[in-house]
């Protein structure tokens, strides 16, 4: 079964307390911070999945980071509204897929960036900040391979 696109998440979840309260720690998350956590999933990525390796083999990682961070803030401020999500979404999936980035390395992407996610806030336990971030991050890569598949 495939996840739903960004356009199609059901509202019901969008309203969840949860959900609210994880999206508005990570928009609280200084500069510093977001680096600090993209750094950390950059490592975890690569240290886990060393096939994706290859990918950011030319790229200056430092840079990539601060890219990661940028777009991981606008990812939350936009949570809420997918037309303006979508656009930057979209964009995003075209750029991956110029550099060869589909569907199973979105998944990897999606899943260990769920997890540095979720570790990262207190708010709620970490199972369940996992899940909703994986919701969210699915969201988002299925959206993104939508440019794959076109």
Do not use: C
């Amino acid at each position: 079964m495939r996840a739903p696109s960004i356009m199609s998440r059901p509202r019901i979840f969008r309203r969840q307390a949860d959900r609210a309260q994880i999206l508005a720690m990570a928009a609280r998350l200084t500069e510093d911070e977001r680096q600090r956590l993209m750094g950390e999933f950059y490592d975890e990525l690569v240290s886990k999945h060393p096939q994706l390796a290859s990918h950011f083999s030319t790229l200056n990682l430092a840079q990539q980071v601060r890219k990661l961070s940028a777009t991981l803030q606008t990812l939350v401020a936009f949570a809420d509204d997918p037309r303006t999500l979508g656009v930057e979404v979209i964009r995003l999936g075209i750029k991956h897929s110029q550099r060869g980035i589909g569907s199973s390395e979105y998944r990897l992407f999606a899943t260990t960036l769920a997890s540095v996610l979720a570790r990262s806030q207190t708010i709620v336990r970490y199972e369940r900040a996992r899940r909703i971030w994986l919701v969210e991050l699915k969201a988002i890569t299925v959206t993104m391979a939508l440019v794959d598949n076109a």
